[in-house]
């Protein structure tokens, strides 16, 4: 677990996926205190983003991972393919994060196409997507994410709109937990 600072395996954990643009980045910042940089263009921050937030009493951990599972994975080399190796074993959910807008320049088709390729590299690892960037999508978009994508549920990052679902798909995803219970105060 070198190549992954910072990350507790002992905790429940999530791991962001999606092109960058997506709003990765984003919803990690809104849900923790983790706080990665956001960029209004892509291909900006470098480093695994790890933040920690409290469903309900539950501690759970949230893992964004530039450049790594932003991009398909038949293009990776060979240290890459290793990384996704040790995220493997660390996750316990993946959320794949779609930009429904297409404003960061990925088609919904090629989004979708990146999904099947990592959920082919997790196989058993369950994948919960999200339809962000919803206040910036138009109809046609959205019926076309729901065809390629089924039903997801709508997000808007940005405007802190979908969070608390999300929080609430992560925790019923993740299944009885084994991680710590929070007694402390808020994080
Ligand atoms: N309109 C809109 N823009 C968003 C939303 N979420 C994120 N963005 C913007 O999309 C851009 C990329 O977001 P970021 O979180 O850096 O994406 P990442 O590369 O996946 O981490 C930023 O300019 C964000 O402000 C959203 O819900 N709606
Ligand atoms: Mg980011």
């Not at 088609?107 to 997507?129: D, H, N, V, W, Y």
Request: proline share 6%; charged share 25%; with cysteine.
């Amino acid at each position: 677990m070198k190549d992954l600072p910072a990350a507790d395996p002992s905790i429940p954990t999530v791991v962001l996926a999606g092109y960058p643009g997506v709003g990765k980045s984003t919803i990690l910042r809104s849900i923790s205190r983790a706080r990665p940089e956001v960029r209004p263009y892509p291909f900006t921050t470098k480093e695994l983003m790890i933040g920690h937030t409290l469903i309900g009493r539950r501690l759970v951990q949230v893992v964004d991972t530039p450049g790594i599972l932003d991009r398909p994975i038949e293009e990776m080399n060979h240290t890459e393919r290793l990384s996704i190796t040790a995220l493997g074993r660390l996750a316990n959910l993946i959320a794949f994060i779609v930009d429904a807008s297409e404003a960061n320049g990925f088609s919904l088709e090629s989004q979708q196409s990146l999904r099947s390729g990592i959920s082919a590299a997790f196989p058993g690892l369950k994948i919960l997507t999200f339809l962000n960037k919803a206040d910036a999508a138009g109809k046609e978009q959205l019926d076309r994410a729901t065809a390629l994508f089924g039903e997801c549920d709508l997000m808007a990052a940005a405007k802190g709109e979908g969070l608390e679902a999300f929080k609430k798909r992560v925790l019923d995803a993740l299944g009885p937990l084994e991680g710590p219970e929070w007694r402390g105060e808020g994080i």
